[in-house]
């Protein structure tokens, strides 16, 4: 098998991630396809970096992986904000600004 | 032959990738198309699981346990903690705000994910070199060099951001109290003042037949006053009503009685009379909760 494969792959798995994002519309759903698109990303830099031979590709993962947790974090918290004076946590409720 | 072997994985790696990628593109799948949020959460948890044995296949084993760890371990754990936080049973609503939305979204994600395929499959990718030399090492013992020499600024860069959403974390989820909250001598002055429910509010149950909290206690006349179930099972709908249990009850012995006995007039009249009762205890019920209001 080539290991061009892991990186259709990669592709594919970034495709549904983003397809979701516009699909979805619970906030928490739209933010788990966020969390695979970046998971997808991470497999091609792991692929990238076998294949030059080289670590930089996994250090780049790594710090992919430190981000997406601190992005965790505050997304996670501002939809618990949204959702608490809201109520909701559709994507499409919060449209205060919207003309 | 050994040309092509650099270009090549082993046949078991091979048959690895092919079982479990079509796993991790269901489980994507899935997370994208479940209408509970919770399947969702679970069907990322299994694809972020299956590209953690990718990791470790390809030769980045740190990663593949930092995957498992802090991904299925802490990130989707925060999810479904945010989630039972929510509301469980919230799903998605089918309605359309921007007509034809689903599908011109799909239509995208197909037309973008032909251009990036199209674009990985025409790219000049030749070279496999593989992790040996880099690995030699060690895999951990390699990371932290380049971490600590080339990477050093990014590093500390990192620890700022996580300490900066740390502090954000807490700072959004922090609720604000605008006013103090009533005391319980407060509650009990305030419910004299208004001359409202000065004596406990009555308990739930029928004596001698239901005690369950959720079981509205009976009014003189029969009726059910939801006065006596908590606000949070009021609020949920949660009441179940037994007042008409024994009135059945009562009117399928009778029937049985008079079926039994070959009469055929009276039970029709009992029931009638019975519905009508239970029609005034409704009636009755409406009003009171209409007082509660």
Redesign the interface.
């Known amino acids: 098998?080539?290991?061009?494969?892991?990186?259709?792959?990669s592709?594919?798995?970034?495709?549904?991630?983003?397809?979701?994002v516009?699909?979805?519309?619970?906030a928490?759903?739209v933010?788990?396809?966020v969390?695979?698109m970046l998971?997808a990303c991470?497999?091609a830099f792991?692929?990238f970096?076998?294949?030059?031979?080289?670590?930089?590709g996994?250090?780049i993962?790594?710090?992919t992986?430190?981000?997406?947790?601190?992005?965790?974090?505050?997304g996670?918290?501002?939809?618990?904000?949204v959702?608490?004076s809201r109520h909701s946590?559709?994507v499409?409720d919060a449209s205060l600004m919207k003309l | 032959m050994n040309a092509l072997a650099a270009?090549?994985?082993s046949?078991g790696?091979?048959a690895q990738?092919?079982v479990l990628?079509i796993f991790?593109?269901a489980g994507?799948?899935g997370?994208?198309l479940m209408r509970r949020?919770v399947h969702?959460?679970l069907c990322?948890a299994g694809?972020?699981v299956i590209?953690a044995v990718?990791?470790l296949a390809?030769?980045?084993y740190?990663?593949g346990v930092?995957?498992i760890v802090?991904?299925t371990g802490?990130?989707m754990m925060?999810?479904l903690f945010?989630?039972m936080?929510?509301?469980i049973t919230?799903t998605?609503?089918l309605k359309e705000?921007i007509k034809g939305?689903?599908w011109w979204?799909?239509a995208?994600?197909?037309g973008?994910?032909i251009l990036?395929?199209a674009g990985?499959?025409n790219a000049g990718?030749k070279?496999?070199?593989?992790?040996a030399?880099?690995?030699k090492p060690g895999?951990v013992h390699?990371?932290a060099e380049?971490?600590f020499t080339?990477?050093v600024f990014?590093f500390e860069l990192?620890g700022a951001?996580?300490i900066?959403?740390?502090v954000?974390?807490m700072v959004?989820?922090h609720?604000e109290k605008t006013e103090k909250p009533l005391s319980q001598r407060e509650q009990a002055a305030n419910r004299v003042k208004e001359g409202t429910h000065v004596p406990p509010l009555p308990a739930p149950g029928v004596y001698a037949r239901h005690n369950a909290v959720d079981i509205a206690g009976l009014l003189p006349d029969g009726s059910t006053s939801d006065l006596t179930v908590i606000k949070t099972l009021r609020d949920r709908g949660q009441i179940r009503d037994v007042s008409q249990e024994a009135v059945n009850d009562l009117a399928a012995l009778e029937n049985r009685t008079s079926a039994y006995q070959g009469r055929t007039t009276l039970p029709g009249q009992a029931q009638q009379d019975h519905q009508r009762a239970a029609a005034e205890g409704a009636d009755k019920a409406e009003t009171e909760k209409e007082v509660t209001k």
Request: with cysteine; hydrophobic share 60%.
């Open positions: 098998m080539n290991p061009v494969n892991y990186l259709f792959l592709a594919l798995l970034f495709t549904i991630g983003a397809a979701g516009l699909i979805r519309r619970n928490i759903v933010f788990m396809c969390e695979l998971n991470n497999l792991v692929t970096s076998r294949m030059h031979g080289n670590l930089d996994q250090i993962a790594f710090f992986m430190v981000v997406a947790a601190a992005e965790v974090v505050v996670l918290a501002i939809i618990v904000t959702y608490r946590a559709s499409d | 270009y090549q994985t046949s790696e091979a990738f092919w990628a991790a593109v994507a799948l997370t994208v949020s969702s959460a990322l694809t972020m590209l990718f990791y390809n030769g980045a740190f990663l930092v995957q802090v991904y802490a990130v925060l999810f945010v989630l936080l929510v509301g919230a998605d609503s705000t939305q689903r979204a799909a995208c994600g197909i973008f994910g990036l395929m990985i499959g990718l070279d496999f070199n593989g992790l030399a880099a690995n895999n390699g990371l380049l971490i080339k990477y990014a990192t951001l996580l900066t959403a740390a954000a974390g959004l989820t609720k």
